[in-house]
C-alpha cells in the first residue's frame, strides 16, 4: 500500500481517530411522541457523566476503516488507554504487518512508523497544526470516543429536549454545542453531534459489557467524503494496565523527527 496513505493515516490518528466536516447533519432516529421532560434530561445527562467517569481503563482489539474521498484504508486495531490520559494505539496491515505505533498523554505524543523507520515527537497541545490536524478533537475526547463512551463537553451548560428522543446541550453564551440523538425504549444514545466542531459520531451495535451496553461499531463522519470507523470485536474496561505499555522509544536505526518543542 502506498506510504503517502499510510502517513495520512498516522496524522490522522494522531488528533484520534477521527474526522469532521462543517455542517455536517446530526442523524436522528425516528421520533417519539413528545420530547424528554425537564426531569429525564437532566437525568439522562448525569447518567451519561456518570457512566464516562466510571472508566478508568480501556483495551479494545478490531479494525479500523477510514474514507478519504473515494480512497479507503484498512488496517488492524489495538487500542490501549487509561486515566490520567494516556492512549497506545497499534495499527497492522490486514494481514498482520506492523505499520505504526502512537502513544500519547497530556503533555507529549509520539508516533514510530515501521513502514520508513522513523520515529515522530512532539507535544500534544500543539498537534492542532493544519498540516497535522484535520479533525477538532482534545485528548478527553478521544478518550472516551475510544472507550465508547459519550463525550459530554466541558463547556456545557443547560441542557434541554427540544425534539423527541434529542438533547441539546448549549455553553454559557447559549451556543449549541451538542446535540445527542436517542432511541427509545429504554433511551440509548445513538449519535453525537458538534455543531462547533463539526462532525457527527454514531453508536451502533450495541454489546453487553461489565459495565453496562456498550458500542462495538463507532463511526465519526464528516459529510460523505470522510469518514472514520472503529469496530471492536473484543473491548475490556477497567483491566489493569501496566504502565510501561505507554513507553514508546524508537530502535537505534530509526530517523527522529521533531515535530515541535518536546517536553519529557
Known sequence: MPYKKWKNLLFYLTIFILTLLLGCAPLIPPPSDKPFSKKKTAHLISHLREEGEKIVSFQGIGRLWFKEGVEETEANLFAVGCKPFKVRLEITHPWGKPLFHIVV?????????LIDKKFFIGLSSLMNADKFFMFELDLDLGWKILSGRVPILSTTGEAVSLKPNEITLFNRQGEVVEII???????????????KKGFTIVFSEFKEGSLGPYPSRIKIINGDENQL?????????NRPIPK???QLNPPPDFEIIKLNHQER
Open 244 to 246: 510501561e505499555i505507554f
Open 181 to 195: 440523538s436517542f432511541v427509545s425504549q429504554p433511551p440509548q444514545p445513538r449519535s453525537i453531534y458538534f455543531p
Open 105 to 113: 498523554d497530556e503533555r507529549n505524543i509520539s508516533a514510530l512508523s
Open 229 to 237: 470507523e472503529i469496530r471492536y470485536t473484543n473491548l475490556q474496561i
